[in-house]
């Protein structure tokens, strides 16, 4: 929780490019064993594309990022730096987990499958064990009944939930969440958000970009605001929240001052 | 005004809707009849029509040259679409592929074998020696390790089967192509997020979602690829068509023949339209009870009550 802990994942001035548009313009971040942070910010900020890159789904264009010590991605050669294979950078994401605002649940294997075949597959579980971790954390998200269910049968809550068990499987050292409660209904966020806490609770090291203002203040151990591409201010929860020092911080949580989930509840309309 | 208007209602019963009757449809009823005196003028005309000779159709109808013919028909069909299958989703992988020289190579493949009609494929191949006498395995340009003489290697048989395939790896590359576009990208994502290598991602998340896509114009395909193996009777090759052909030659009923092949046509297709539906069902696993909105508020109902 605190800089004593050993860094788990370090961030250097990661700079990323769509185009002519600059998504990343020299980030960088350090997060700690057991950490949780959350990272806030407009949308168009960079913050979905931060955690994408972290997680190798994207390229960087430059600056560097550590897990546990090992650059990613790249490895030194002695002409330079050079691109790693692309079953070296597989190793390295499979020590990673990551949940996606789109749920991304594969529709064609049952609930229970979605778990355990990462473990199966990719950490060479065997069946019993991989299938017992994954009853005992369909349990833990509170749907030990749906197991044998299709995703497409559960809510978007349900799917969220299962999202999350099936990251957690693989026994990540840090794990992403990419706006895990954007695409619910208002009334299914909490749910989510629960299990996140409990997860955070568990000492899960977590970087979660989210909307969430109430979730980054209760359970995140520091807040980062981005902007336009950039880290503008990175505090403690309560500090970020109660003293932020930022013109553009200061009037982004004004605006959001109202939690936003109420603003838009379907209650409010009919 | 209100209280006077809901006590009207109150006075009035309300009806039940389960009781109704359906609605009269007179333009349905008038085009039922009118397919009716269609099929019944068509039936009329197959049985009275002396020129089916339908005590000839069922006496060849299972002449062991008749079911030889229609065996060679199957299995040409059979290894044409194996081989296509496999080549066409290698050649869709190349199309979809980052790497640029194979995409382009790949692309060319199919433009080149899409545009040609199979009649000429077929030909080609099977004058092959006349372009290529002997095949040989060896380093471009430079010394032959092994050859054979073309028209060793290319009898009907083979000619069929590379004419066919080719073709036909061409049609399904566009196919497993758009079948695999079809998957969302998310995906591969979260695949990738799990640690999946690629060949992982494409053979676990990747293709068995494409496969309901990629199902229904297969099927559509292998029907074609049956009655495209009529084509090889040029070549000399005795498939159904030109099984009935021999026989017709000789005794010139022309129809009757025909409607033998026709049948065995129609009833291999029947079985294959038949396999078809239940590989769809199979891929459609997860999808059967897709969100429509009611089944999701039922689902999220049953879930705030939980």
């Not at chain 2, 009118?34 to 299972?62: C, G, H, M, R, S």
Request: proline share 5%; aromatic share 8%.
């Amino acid at each position: 929780m605190n800089e004593l802990t050993p860094p788990v994942l370090e961030v250097h001035d990661v700079v990323k490019h769509f185009g002519d548009d600059t998504a990343l313009k020299g980030v960088s971040l350090t997060v700690h064993e057991g950490e949780v942070v959350a990272v806030l910010g407009p949308s168009g900020s960079g913050k979905s594309t931060l955690v994408r890159c972290i997680h190798q789904l994207q390229s960087i264009d430059g600056g560097s990022m550590y897990l546990d010590g090992e650059l990613l991605g790249y490895e030194e050669h002695p002409k330079g730096l050079r691109p790693l294979p692309e079953r070296r950078i597989e190793q390295q994401r499979q020590r990673m987990g990551m949940v996606f605002q789109q749920f991304n649940l594969f529709p064609h294997w049952t609930v229970l499958r979605n778990i355990t075949e990462g473990p199966m597959v990719v950490h060479g579980k065997s069946r019993a064990e991989a299938t017992e971790r994954a009853r005992f954390l369909l349990d833990r998200v509170g749907l030990a009944d749906k197991a044998d269910a299709h995703p497409r049968q559960l809510s978007g809550g349900q799917q969220q939930r299962v999202a999350i068990a099936r990251a957690v499987a693989t026994r990540p050292r840090i794990l992403l969440f990419d706006e895990p409660t954007s695409s619910l209904d208002p009334q299914l966020v909490d749910e989510v958000l629960s299990v996140m806490k409990d997860l955070a609770e568990t000492g899960m090291t977590m970087i979660v970009v989210t909307h969430e203002l109430g979730f980054a203040r209760d359970v995140a151990d520091r807040c980062v605001f981005m902007a336009e591409g950039q880290i503008i201010e990175q505090a403690p929860a309560a500090q970020f929240f109660d003293a932020p020092e930022s013109p553009r911080l200061q009037s982004f949580l004004s605006r959001a001052g109202r939690p936003p989930r109420t603003a838009e509840s379907p209650a409010g309309i009919l | 005004m209100t209280t006077l208007a809901n006590e009207e209602r109150a006075v009035r019963r309300p009806v039940d809707v389960a009781g109704a009757r359906a609605r009269i449809r007179p333009v349905r009823i008038l085009v039922t009849l009118l397919i009716i005196a269609i099929a019944a003028q068509v039936a009329v005309f197959l049985i009275t029509n002396p020129k089916f000779e339908w005590d000839v159709v069922a006496t060849y109808l299972f002449e062991p040259s008749v079911l030889g013919g229609l065996w060679v028909s199957i299995y040409l069909t059979v290894i044409c679409m194996v081989i296509g299958s496999v080549l066409g989703t290698l050649l869709a992988l190349g199309q979809l592929s980052d790497f640029t020289a194979v995409r382009w190579a790949c692309q060319l493949y199919v433009g080149i074998f899409r545009g040609i009609p199979p009649l000429v494929q077929l030909i080609f191949w099977f004058n092959l020696a006349y372009l290529v006498p002997r095949i040989a395995i060896g380093i471009p340009f430079g010394p032959e390790l092994i050859s054979w003489s073309s028209n060793d290697v290319i009898s009907s048989l083979t000619a069929a089967i590379i004419g066919l395939s080719l073709h036909e790896a061409a049609y399904m590359s566009e196919i497993v192509r758009s079948g695999i576009l079809s998957v969302d990208s998310g995906q591969r994502d979260a695949s990738a997020a799990l640690g999946f290598s690629s060949r992982q991602t494409f053979t676990r998340v990747v293709l068995p979602q494409a496969m309901r896509v990629i199902v229904p114009p297969t099927g559509s395909q292998f029907i074609g690829l049956l009655k495209g193996t009529s084509l090889v009777s040029v070549i000399a090759m005795g498939d159904l068509l030109r099984s009935v052909q021999l026989i017709y030659n000789r005794t010139y009923d022309v129809v009757p023949m025909l409607i033998v092949a026709v049948i065995w046509y129609l009833v291999v297709v029947t079985l294959l339209t038949m396999l078809q539906r239940r590989i769809e069902a199979h891929f459609g696993r997860g999808y059967a009870r897709a969100v429509t909105t009611k089944s999701r508020r039922v689902a999220q109902e049953s879930e705030i009550a939980a």
